[in-house]
């Protein structure tokens, strides 16, 4: 089976990086692309990820500076082009608040920022599960 292509995008360069390094050492590895904020989210997709296509899935964190996970995921469920993707939003007060408001916009789950390895292999698992 081939890799998942999986957009992230978070402000947290130890975050991006811990991603990055589980989703890679997973049975079906994930090839994680990163962006620093929703803003950068759209402009990597508008430019078809710089030539590799779409990805399978975007995680987006929901605090990042420019454009918030809200705003971004509000943005992607708009556009014809790219609706369709599996959306997840993270953040570190994962509240049933921002669960309801980001499921109703279109996100597929909302979880809490993971704070250790197995938490990080659980999350990256189920997301791939997900979009196998």
Known sequence: MLPR???LAADDSDDRELFRLYAAARPVPGLVHVAENG???IELLSDGLTGTG???????????P??????TLAELKRSPAFRAIPVFIYSTYASEALRVQCLQLGALSVFQ??????AYQYIIDGIL????
């Open 66 to 71: 420019r454009k918030n996970g809200i705003e």
């Open 113 to 118: 920022k993971p704070d250790s390895p197995e």
């Open 39 to 41: 803003a950068e989210v």
């Open 129 to 132: 599960r997900l979009i196998s």
């Open 5 to 7: 292509k999986i957009l």
């Open 54 to 64: 779409l990805p399978d899935v975007i995680v987006l964190d929901q605090n990042m």
